[in-house]
């Protein structure tokens, strides 16, 4: 299946369902003190590009959210698809679009952190050749996390 990935606002209420979705899944797999939800009104910002994902009838199927550092570095946020869309290339064609998103605005290293239990992602993220890494940023060890990079080079 073909997705075309574009940067959206996070204001309508497809995203807005795909970011419920995400809080859902996070719910079942770990406990409150783990949980770092993030809304549409907080992804509406400038340092922020919200990709979404659509099938060729413009269903939006997945999104994910890059957030500019501002120091060559963004790390990626909210990546879901949909359930009934997965498996079907969507996670992988949103991964791209953030990388060439990113590369366009001059960030040469994407992070991420990732929930254990979360092993469609990691296997994602490893398939596209993101290495582990220690954790960055305000982020602490922790027990359910992993922390992820690609250096992607730069757009010339």
């Not at 204001?11 to 939800?37: H, M, W």
């Not at 939006?60 to 990546?79: H, I, N, P, Q």
């Not at 994602?124 to 060890?141: D, T």
Request: charged residues 25%; proline residues 4%.
């Amino acid at each position: 299946m073909v997705f075309c990935v574009q940067r959206e606002s996070p204001r309508q209420a497809e995203i807005e369902a795909l970011l419920r979705q995400s809080d859902q899944v996070a719910a079942r797999l770990y406990p409150g003190e783990f949980r770092r939800s993030l809304d549409a009104e907080a992804l509406d910002a400038p340092h922020i590009s919200v990709l979404v994902a659509r099938r060729d009838d413009l269903v939006a199927v997945g999104c994910c959210a890059l957030f500019d550092s501002g120091d060559g570095a963004a790390e990626l946020k909210r990546m879901i698809v949909g359930e009934r869309f997965r498996g079907l290339g969507a996670g992988v064609a949103l991964l791209e679009a953030a990388e060439t998103n990113a590369r366009s605005n001059g960030i040469h290293l994407i992070r991420m952190e990732v929930g254990i239990r979360n092993t469609e992602g990691q296997a994602l993220y490893r398939k596209a050749g993101y290495g582990e890494r220690a954790p960055f940023g305000s982020y602490r060890p922790s027990p359910i996390s992993l922390f992820f990079e690609k250096i992607i080079g730069i757009d010339a």
